[in-house]
C-alpha cells in the first residue's frame, strides 16, 4: 500500500469559487504551496474539452512537484490527460471497471457515506476512500446526508483502507478528524476562493501535521 | 472505409421523451425492428453507472442483430461497454484523443455544424460526421443554430467521410436529405416517444431507401 501522505490535505477545485479555469490553477499553484498534499479535479458542468486543457494546465504545474493530480468521474479524461488518478462516487464508473480502465498503477479513489458503504470497499481496487459529507456542505449539490462526528468515526473504525475526510470541512475540525483516524482531510470552500488560498492552506496543513503528531493518533 | 450503410437511419435515444432506461432498451427494440440501422445511447445528465447499465441492456439486444451500439461523449463508458462506438461533439475529448483512447477498430463520430468545421474534420481519425442541427430541434438544448438546407448542402459539399444528417428530421425531409448527399439520417422525436416506434422507424427506412434510389442521389 502507497503512503497515504498524499492524502493529508487533499484539495477539491471548485470552478465556481476559484472563478474558472485560470483561477482553478492558480489556487492549485498557491494551495500546493501552502502544504496542499493532492489536487483533485472537479467541474461536473464542464464539458471534456474544457477538462482537458484545465487539466493539461494542472498537470504542468504538479507534475514537478510530486503533487498527484486526481481527475473526478471521468476515466476517459484521466486517460487522456495521463494523470495520477481518478475518484469515483457510488454512482459513477462501478470500482471495477474504473479499475480495469486507468490500469493497475493509478491511484483510484472512491467516495463514501456511510459505515455500510465503507464495508463493501474492495482494497484489492481502491487505494483511498473519501468518506463524507462529515457536515453539510453546499459545494456538492448532490451530496449524501451528513454523517456528523459519530458517522464519521463509525465508518473510518471498519476502513480497509487510507481514508480523507470531506464535507464542511474547517480549520478547527482537524484535530478531531485525525483523532477519529482519517489519513487526511478533503477541502474545498476552505480554500477554493479564500481570500489568500496560500496562507489558507498552510494553516490547514500545519494544523493537520500538528494534529496527527498527538498521542493516540 | 467502412460500407456506411449502417447511418441510414441512426437512431439517438432519448431518456425523456423514452421514459427513462427500460423505455430506452425497448424503444431501440422496436426501432431496430423497424429498420434502424444504429443506436446512440445518450444521457447527458445520467451518472455512469446508468449508462453503463443501459447500455449492457442495448448492447445484449443488439450485437445480435449487428446493429452498432454508440456511446454519446464518454469514451470510458464506450469502452467498459465494449461499445461499437462513440460520438464526440466539438466540446468534447478531440478527436485525437478520443481516437487514442478507444482504439483503431471503434467507429468514431463527431458533430459539425458548419461548412467550416466540416473541412477540419480529420478522416484519418473519424468515420463519420454528424451534419447539424439541420432544422431546430427541442431534443438538445446545447445545439448550434440550425443550418437549414443551404447550411447542410454546402457541408456535405465537402465531407471527407460518410455524413449523417441530424436535427428536426422528420419524413417529409427524408428525400431532400439523401439529395443532399447524405449517407442517412439521424432522429431522436421521430422515433422516441411516438407511439409505435417500430411503425414509425419502419416508415422512415422505407422512405429513405426509396429517396436513395432516386437518380442522382
Not at 464542464?46 to 468521474?73: F, H, Q, T
Amino acid at each position: 500500500m502507497r503512503n497515504p501522505d498524499y492524502l493529508s490535505l487533499y484539495l477539491v477545485l471548485d470552478p465556481e469559487l476559484c472563478g474558472g479555469e485560470r483561477g482553478m490553477v492558480e489556487t492549485a499553484r498557491l494551495a500546493v504551496a501552502g502544504g496542499a498534499s493532492c489536487v483533485q479535479l472537479r467541474a461536473p458542468q464542464w464539458e471534456k474539452s474544457r477538462w482537458l486543457s484545465c487539466g493539461r494546465a494542472l498537470k504542468e504545474l504538479l507534475a514537478p512537484l510530486g503533487v498527484p493530480l486526481i481527475v473526478n468521474d471521468h476515466a476517459d479524461v484521466c486517460l487522456a490527460l495521463d494523470a495520477d488518478g481518478l475518484h469515483i462516487g457510488q454512482q459513477d464508473l462501478p470500482a471495477a471497471e474504473a479499475r480495469a480502465l486507468i490500469g493497475p498503477h493509478r491511484l483510484l479513489g472512491l467516495s463514501v457515506s456511510s459505515e455500510q458503504e465503507m464495508r463493501a470497499v474492495d482494497a484489492s481496487l481502491v487505494d483511498y476512500v473519501g468518506v463524507g459529507p462529515v457536515f453539510a456542505t453546499p459545494t456538492k449539490v448532490d451530496a449524501a446526508p451528513a454523517m456528523g462526528w459519530g458517522g464519521l468515526a463509525r465508518a473510518l473504525a471498519v476502513k480497509p483502507c487510507p481514508a480523507v475526510a470531506i464535507g464542511g470541512i474547517k480549520l478547527p475540525m482537524l484535530p478531531q478528524i485525525a483523532a477519529s483516524g482519517a489519513d487526511g482531510a478533503a477541502v474545498v470552500s476552505a480554500v477554493c476562493g479564500q481570500p489568500d488560498p496560500r496562507a489558507a492552506a498552510a494553516e490547514l496543513r500545519r494544523c493537520w501535521d500538528a494534529a496527527r503528531q498527538q498521542p493516540g493518533t
